[in-house]
């Protein structure tokens, strides 16, 4: 099984950090942080799900497929 590491993830200009947070019925909640450093500025995205999922990887997983879309996508979907 792939495992989805719990640090920063660069992908391409921008660095992807997923998270996960358990919720009080023992799911999980997904979000994830877009960075992007430049000598002009930096960029800061912050994307929090309302979604929930039987496990901590299943939400990593979402949370980093979602970032890999908004960094990858001309035109990323809104989440």
């Known amino acids: 099984m792939l495992q989805i590491p719990n640090t ?3 992908m391409g200009k921008y660095v992807v950090s997923p998270a996960t947070h358990p919720t009080g019925c023992g799911r999980f909640r997904a979000s994830f942080a877009v960075h992007r450093a430049q000598s002009s500025g930096s960029y800061c995205r912050v994307f929090r799900f309302d979604r929930t999922f039987a496990s901590r990887e299943a939400a990593r997983l979402f949370a980093v497929t979602q970032g890999w879309l908004q960094t990858c996508m001309a ?3 809104v989440c």
Do not use: M
Request: aromatic content about 0%; proline content about 33%.
């Open 8 to 10: 920063a993830i660069s």
């Open 75 to 77: 035109h990323p979907p």
